[in-house]
């Protein structure tokens, strides 16, 4: 009988440093904020293109075109703000306590006007633009780079911090939550893989690799942690390889052909540390 192989990489950590700025917290948490901020500007960058600015000036006209640019940018290079203070809470950030600017804040600075933005950050670092339309120096850049106070105040994001512990060791409700619903969802797939409840074998292996996957994305970011992030890393990423596996052997098995699977240290060509699952049958 001929021997069908396969081998199968789960190289999670590149994923998900994609989806997260180096200079945030690569938990699933952060992903979400992340792409719902995204998500926002690209909207009000569509929004802002669509108007019509016919009754602006030229000059206008063109420095408005070249901070929409920017914003699209900034929006897709994904660095924002994050929020340590106001656990709970939305809460704008002109810069945040890393240096990361908002999107307002970019797009002032980038047009010359750093010092304006460093005087804003040292004195209402958390004020809505709205309540800044008193000062003299930001209504002035918004006259001249054709924008009202009202679209800016569309710009400005707000940034949660219910998912974020200020503690590396310390594993937040929103983490704890993520890890029981991953782990859920894991114990559901091994289930489904090992008892014969009417479920096809094609389906419950693709389960059981996909909540594998997230098993290990969850997990494999908190190894490197203290206390109850790195046990919690450790059970995720244990019962997501477990239910990866199974899911692969069920959904690629043949009857009577002989089978091995191994995990093993990988780190991709940045140098990122993650897990290398490789499967034989």
Same mark, same amino acid.
């Given at each position: 009988m001929t021997r069908v192989r396969y081998a199968v990489v789960l190289a999670i950590p590149v994923l998900v440093g994609a989806a997260v700025a180096p200079s945030s917290p690569t938990d699933l948490p952060a992903i979400g904020e992340t792409a719902r901020i995204r998500t926002h500007l690209a909207v009000v960058e569509r929004e802002l293109r669509a108007k019509d600015v016919s009754s602006l000036t030229v000059?206008?006209?063109?420095?408005?075109?070249?901070?929409?640019?920017?914003?699209?940018?900034?929006?897709?290079?994904?660095?924002?703000?994050?929020?340590?203070?106001?656990?709970?809470?939305?809460?704008?950030?002109?810069?945040?306590?890393?240096?990361?600017?908002?999107?307002?804040?970019?797009?002032?600075?980038?047009?010359?006007?750093?010092?304006?933005?460093?005087?804003?950050?040292?004195?209402?670092?958390?004020?809505?633009?709205?309540?800044?339309?008193?000062?003299?120096?930001?209504?002035?850049?918004?006259?001249?780079?054709?924008?009202?106070?009202?679209?800016? /105040?569309?710009?400005?994001? *707000?940034? $949660?911090?219910?998912?974020?512990?200020?503690?590396?060791? %310390?594993?937040? &409700? +929103?983490?704890?939550?993520?890890?029981?619903?991953?782990?859920?969802?894991?114990?559901?797939?091994? /289930?489904?893989?090992?008892? *014969?409840? $009417?479920?096809?074998?094609?389906?419950?292996?693709?389960? %059981?690799?996909? &909540? +594998?996957?997230?098993?290990?994305?969850?997990?494999?970011?908190?190894?490197d942690k203290d206390g109850q992030r790195h046990t919690f890393g450790l059970l995720n990423a244990g019962v997501g390889t477990a239910a990866g596996l199974l899911g692969v052997y069920r959904l690629v098995k043949v009857t009577g052909a002989p089978s091995n699977a191994n995990v093993a240290p990988w780190v991709d060509p940045r140098g990122t540390p993650g897990l290398s699952v490789h499967f034989s049958f």
């Open positions: 000059a206008q006209r063109a420095a408005r075109a070249r901070n929409l640019d920017v914003l699209h940018e900034y929006l897709m290079r994904g660095i924002f703000p994050r929020n340590t203070d106001f656990p709970g809470e939305r809460v704008p950030y002109f810069i945040d306590r890393y240096g990361t600017r908002c999107a307002m804040a970019y797009l002032i600075e980038q047009s010359g006007h750093g010092d304006l933005v460093a005087r804003v950050a040292a004195t209402h670092n958390n004020a809505r633009v709205r309540e800044l339309q008193d000062d003299p120096a930001l209504v002035a850049w918004l006259d001249q780079n054709g924008m009202t106070l009202a679209e800016a /105040a569309r710009v400005q994001p *707000s940034y $949660g911090g219910c998912c974020f512990t200020s503690s590396e060791s %310390g594993a937040s &409700t +929103g983490y704890k939550t993520t890890t029981a619903f991953s782990i859920g969802l894991n114990a559901t797939a091994l /289930a489904l893989n090992t008892a *014969s409840i $009417g479920v096809s074998r094609p389906l419950a292996g693709l389960l %059981g690799i996909l &909540t +594998g996957a997230v098993g290990i994305a969850v997990g494999e970011p908190n190894f």
